[in-house]
Nanobody
């Protein structure tokens, strides 16, 4: 199983930006899909953004145009650039990976709080 460590969370005012990082213990070239999920207070965990091994991306409708997912295979890291943050983006953000052998791994999460 791949070990994933998220970082970059914090508190920011509405309209601000944060960049989350997910560092993997194994080469992310072996991952067919890497994603960011989030779980807000009292809500279920939901997919925010995903990036395939070929670079294709998919986003939750409410973050399109504000969030950008990217991957750096040389650093074994996936990023989530979050701009124009809103209070409803407040959540714990989790990194998720699926390997070529269909093994699934989760990080422990990083808190993002958007508040004035």
């Amino acid at each position: 199983q791949v070990h994933l460590v998220e970082s970059g969370g914090g508190s920011v005012q509405p309209g601000g930006s944060l960049r989350l990082s997910c560092a993997a213990s194994d080469s992310i070239s072996n991952m067919v899909l890497m994603s960011w999920y989030r779980q807000g207070p009292g809500k279920q965990r939901s997919l925010v953004a995903a990036i395939s091994s070929g670079g294709g991306t998919n986003y939750l409708d409410s973050v399109k145009g504000r969030f950008t997912i990217s991957r750096d295979n040389t650093e074994n890291t996936v990023y989530l650039q979050m701009d124009m943050l809103k209070p409803e983006d407040t959540a714990v953000y989790y990194c998720h990976a699926v390997t070529r052998t269909s093994t699934i791994s989760w990080g422990r999460g990083t808190q993002v709080t958007v508040s004035s």
